[in-house]
């Protein structure tokens, strides 16, 4: 398939309550939609990448398709217009101008171009989003269904009652049986009383906990002393110092998981004491070949692997959602950050308004002659 036209949009997104970035607040989610159209040739594209199977459907010759990416960095500015900090490396300008200055050399390529940018791009949300448009344009995300299953993610809105927060813990499906929950966010006391009212309401539930590296090795210490650990299916980033985390382990043994640790650009795959999964953020760590390394790598040694978002918007939650199903079937992905948005963007969920390409701001455009 050729690239025959590709254009980039910026969207802002305003959110209905804040969201949590690590102990930050965000109240808007800002990123770009690439969209592409692609018209078939008669060669085969490269289906062995990745070790997705295609659908098993026939492209005719001269068809033209059309997809819609989102690519999002979590980066920015909080609610006290403080810089986030231990997401994306790169900002928002500079990938729309890495994007801008990319985009017409794409243009009347093959779509396996897109893979070889992919590699190439220095960006982590561009390898993303451009291994994830040659994957949508070849219809691998078409050959399962998606994960709808999510994790409720829990935590105490700074803009809402603890009542309201109860309220949604009551109202939680039989069929839920994991929640994840924030911690080292308020007090060690207020944060033990969330959990044990959870389980007070639903004792058959087990709880991800993500400290988000929140807390010193003192203070993890004296947390996980007082946690039902049977209840417990382990906690995100518990230590400021990740190599802290087997010492917390040896003295207590609430098994951990690594999420952070992976956005570091150096990161190798070490099976560590403790360390039952990894949470994966395909926004922030590259391509899906990456993220497919990292899965097979991980699972060779027992360590599970979870798909989870970056606060995208539900185009992107949807694309997870597709991916989730591919690369990690066992697994239930952490999916559940879209009750905050005030919109829906291209792909509808339920909210009153869903943006459209032509409601978004148009940064660039290519058109073949």
Known sequence: MILTSLSLYLYRLPLDRFLPVGKQRIDHRTGLVLQAKATADDEVCDTEKFNIEVADS??????VKESNVEIAPLSGFDIDQQPLSGFS?????????????????????????????????PYPSIAFGLSLLHAKLSGKLNALRPLTTAVPLIYQPIDAPKAELMAKIAKLDSSVHSVKVKVAQTSMEDELSLIYGILSQRPDLRLRLDANRGFSLEQALDFAACLPLDSIEYIEEPCQQPQENQTLYRAIPLPYAFDESLNDPDYQFVRHEGLTALVIKPMLLGSIEKLQRLIDEAHSHGVRCILS???????GINDLAHLAAILTPDEIPGLDTLAAFSQDLIVPSGKPQCLKPHQLKLVVSTQQD
């Open 89 to 121: 490396r790169e900002s928002l300008d500079e990938v729309q101008q890495a994007l801008t200055t990319l985009l017409p050399k794409l243009q009347g390529q093959h779509i396996d171009s897109l893979l070889e940018q992919a590699e190439a791009s």
């Open 309 to 315: 978002s970056s606060l995208e918007s539900s185009l």
């Open 58 to 63: 026939e492209v005719t010759e001269g068809e």
